[in-house]
């Protein structure tokens, strides 16, 4: 029987799984997260607001007139982000900080790209990683809540005017979670120490709300609150979630540009950063 000769032929992977590249870099970056107890603990803590609310919701259902004070609305839900915030900043501290940075040190972003794995699904895996994380307690909290509230208090919540509120909180979740990842991975990719890069992390979110502090002091003009990352957010939440925003005068499509714009800056930080070829000036 006659051998023919057929050359090398590249080995295809099924095709479902082409579009799927990113994820052993997401999963494999949740397990080592995971697997530490303080993290665990980290994320059982962003839950107690969850819990707090709970407990309001029950308790307009033996005292309704518990809603003069707290009214059950999209104002409510605003409330409770205020309070999964700076919970979320801390699960991204720990959680993004060595993201990029471990690899720029280590030198294993080179292996990592030396793969067939574009600076495509080296980024989206690692931003995957870290938005599981964030909507593990902004998203699935929030939804979770509104689910209680309607089985808790419905006469509140099941009103004409309060239909795209779930869809609200999705989207503000979602929007929490990215511009936080993003912006902890790029400043990560700045850095070969995670340790250096979380305090960055911190240092531009909590630098940029006091500078605005200082400057509203002196000038008073509305358009500060745009310097503020955590600002924007809030005024981006008042607007999904119908709550009246105080703290700002500007309108909130002005603080959703803002926040394109870091996100924008952030990925093409991320471009310049992650690279297969080391360049030593």
């Not at 023919?4 to 494999?28: C, K, M, N, T, V």
């Not at 980290?42 to 819990?51: C, D, V």
């Not at 990719?189 to 909590?206: E, N, P, Q, T």
């Not at 955590?230 to 540009?257: I, K, Y």
Request: glycine letters at 8%; hydrophobic letters at 55%; proline letters at 4%.
């Amino acid at each position: 029987m006659p051998i023919y000769d057929q050359g090398y032929r590249r080995h295809d992977a099924r095709g479902p799984l082409r579009s799927l590249r990113f994820w052993p870099i997401a999963r494999e970056e949740l397990r080592l997260v995971l697997a530490k107890r303080a993290f665990l603990g980290l994320l059982g803590l962003g839950w107690l607001p969850f819990i707090g609310f709970v407990i309001f919701f029950y308790a307009v259902t033996r005292f309704p007139e518990a809603t003069r004070v707290v009214p059950v609305d999209g104002s409510l839900f605003a409330r409770f982000f205020v309070f999964q915030f700076p919970l979320a900043l801390l699960l991204t501290t720990f959680g993004g900080a060595g993201l990029v940075a471990n690899d720029l040190r280590t030198g294993a972003i080179l292996v990592y790209l030396s793969r067939p794995l574009t600076r495509r699904d080296y980024v989206i895996g690692k931003l995957s990683a870290l938005m599981v994380l964030n909507l593990s307690i902004t998203l699935a909290p929030g939804l979770l809540l509104y689910a209680v509230g309607v089985a808790l208090a419905p006469d509140h919540l099941l009103k004409w005017e309060l239909a795209g509120l779930a869809p609200a909180i999705a989207l503000y979740a979602v929007a929490v979670a990215a511009v936080l990842s993003l912006l902890a991975l790029a400043i990560s990719a700045l850095s070969r120490s995670a340790r250096v890069a979380g305090l960055s992390f911190i240092a531009i979110l909590a630098g940029l709300e006091i500078v605005r502090g200082i400057l509203w002091s002196f000038l008073r003009s509305e358009y500060l609150t745009l310097l503020s990352i955590e600002a924007n957010l809030r005024s981006l939440g008042n607007a999904l979630l119908g709550a009246a925003d105080s703290g700002s005068g500007v309108h909130w499509t002005w603080a959703a540009l803002v926040l394109a714009g870091v996100g924008l800056a952030c990925l093409a930080v991320l471009r310049a950063r992650v690279r297969a070829v080391e360049i030593v000036t």
